[in-house]
DNA sequence: CTTGAAATAATATCGGG
DNA sequence: CCCGATATTATTTCAAG
């Protein structure tokens, strides 16, 4: 685990809010000099705190209002480790975890229609190693896109 | 739906895979002037096609570790509405859908330990309207964070 | 680790094609 | 809608506390 002090923490919380504010607007919140935060802001790229800046795009704007999950159950061959590259191929498939449970898999999808669910779904039953598919489409999205470190955090777990 | 021509979906995509590129870079690939870019960018905001940046953070790094889907069942009452709010004041619920199937909700939640997720788990049962949860520890993550927008994204279904 | 100051590079604005 | 030029701001580097 990485080791963060407080103005690392703040830091964070607001660059995943919205990363284009300036580092003189983040100084002043930390109480860093811009030249300060400029330095921290690379170290905790350097650590792996910080991966990456993307915009958030809407899907329904760019033609991709249908949002599912698909489980996924997959034999006991050696495909389950052929399986994950060939899955990162398939564009329509935004995320994909390995869980504990009755499936093996389960992917976060985005397609134009239903119509288009009902494909990709079939697409994935061809595959080698997958045995059976379960989808789970989405009504609608209360919320999503949430900032992933509530602003204090309590305090570390001692394990 | 948002038009959307060549040049605004080139800028989606690129700004979604990273949004610290400049407009003198993402004008050179679209074949634009930075000021024409600027101008873009602009206009997909206001259209809603551009809804945010932000920085990705590690979850691990930040002492969230562990990550679970939660499905949801409520009952039939009208806390189904007043729900929705209660569950965006948790902030380790980092998305929140309504399905359609044998649940109602289903959330996306990040902690710093299984026994923070038993925990929430119990404050979740005990809410106003939750009749019963179900949890799906993730394992591993192979995936997420992936841009929405496939580079060329076949042409629109016309519906 | 922090800073102010200087050098560099970006964004934002605007008049006009 | 697009561009070039200008003005404004931000990022980046660096020598030094």
Redesign the interface.
Known sequence: ??Q?DEAD?TI?VL??????QTYVQIGAQVGLSPATVHDRVRKLER??????????????????PV?A?ISLNLDGGQSCRSV?PT??AF???????????DTD??L?V?V??T??LEELNYRLKCLEGVVRTQS????????????????P?GR??HV
């Open positions: 685990m990485i963060l923490r964070l660059l995943q809010q919205d990363d284009r650590r792996g705190a910080l991966m990456g800046y993307q915009a958030r795009v809407s899907p329904r704007a760019v033609g991709l949002t999950f994950t899955l990162e564009p329509e498939i935004e995320e994909c975890h390995s869980v504990a449970g898999l389960l976060k985005r134009p229609s119509e288009a789970l489409i989405i009504l609608s999205t209360r919320f999503e896109d949430r900032p992933r470190i509530p602003a955090l570390e777990e």
